[in-house]
């Protein structure tokens, strides 16, 4: 009997958290699925873990690799799978009850060839414990009904792990294993979004994201920011290739702008974060420059860039004026405010 979903879990020393993982995907409701753990060279009691659980379900294929990270585990995962639909899930998150059916539900009554739904993040705190980071949702849409611009509004930051995607429009895309620090989620859906505009967005939490103190979701080092502004060209890349197959042409220029306050918007927030001292965020700004100073276009516009988005606005009004590091002490002051 065919497949209907392969679910893709890049392991690397998760003993502790991966049984969780894997038996919120075991309970989904959802018949012929296959559920591959890919070992990237863990060396802690992983491999055990991930073989005892193929044990005890023929639904879990176990798939050994040298660690070469998380972008190449995911591409393996990609090379083995047999479904008619992909998911990806990280080695200590959940999916949440009845997400892969929704999901798929709603693949087969759109024929979407990428349905995305929302998501819970937990971030971990100094004490160990989590504290939800609540965002807002946005609107059922689509690219091919509302546009390009509309879906990226409403569907938030692009990661892989809260959406499905038809096996058939991936081909030959994969995962740029250049990203071993983040946006590969990013860059990855931009390239997917480049070939086919059939993508849906259901603003219902399908999944459970936890960010916690060693994950690569936060700099833990000028190595890991460093490669995250490496990510910048890639990343940019990807969003003007998008926006070129995606958006008329009358529709690009000010899609592209706002694409662009993203990546500053998230470049300050990284560097605050991260507490990156003057050298490194000089290196930061004076590479986010020279990527989009390849691109035509005019000077990023701030106010219509920025939307009603007091932050953003306050972040792309610093840029223009080359005063980056003041978005710390406005972050600050409004936390206490």
């Known amino acids: 009997m065919a497949v209907r979903i392969s679910v893709i879990i890049p392991v690397y020393n998760a003993a502790a958290t991966l049984r969780d993982a894997v038996t919120s995907i075991l309970q989904q409701n959802v018949d012929d699925l296959e559920l591959l753990l890919v070992d990237d060279g863990s060396t802690d009691g992983t491999a055990f873990v991930c073989h005892e659980l193929s044990a005890l379900d023929p639904r879990v294929k176990v798939v050994t690799q040298r660690n070469a990270g998380i972008c190449a585990a995911r591409n393996r995962g990609l090379s083995v799978a047999t479904g008619e639909y992909i998911a990806f899930c990280d080695d200590d998150d959940v999916f949440l009850p009845g997400a892969l059916k929704l999901l798929t539900k709603a693949a087969d009554k759109t024929q979407a060839d990428v349905v995305r739904g929302d998501y819970r993040l937990l971030r971990q705190q100094p004490d160990g414990t989590f504290r939800e980071q609540v965002h807002p949702a946005g609107v059922v849409c689509s690219i091919e009904r509302d546009g390009y611009g509309t ?104 899609v592209w702008n706002a694409r662009k306050a993203e990546a500053v918007t998230f470049l300050m927030h990284q560097l605050r974060d991260a507490k990156a001292p003057g050298a490194l965020r000089r290196y930061a700004w004076h590479t986010l420059r020279t990527v989009l100073a390849a691109y035509p276009g005019q000077k990023l516009d701030f106010l219509a860039g920025a939307g009603q988005n007091k932050k953003k606005t306050a972040a792309l009004l610093l840029y223009q004026l080359r005063l980056q590091r003041l978005y710390d002490l406005l972050t600050v002051k409004q936390s206490i405010q």
Request: contains cysteine.
């Open 151 to 254: 879906f990226l509004q409403n569907s938030g930051p692009q990661f892989v792990w809260n959406a499905l995607y038809r096996r058939t429009i991936l081909q030959d895309l994969r995962f740029d294993e250049r990203c071993r620090y983040g946006l590969e989620d990013f860059i990855f859906n931009l390239a997917v979004y480049a070939v086919t505009d059939r993508v849906v967005y259901l603003p219902k939490c399908v999944y459970c994201h936890y960010e916690r103190a060693q994950s690569t979701s936060q700099c833990q080092s000028a190595q890991a920011m460093k490669a995250r502004v490496r990510a910048l060209e890639p990343w940019m890349a990807a969003e003007y290739q998008a926006i070129w197959n995606r958006c008329a042409p009358e529709q690009r220029v000010g």
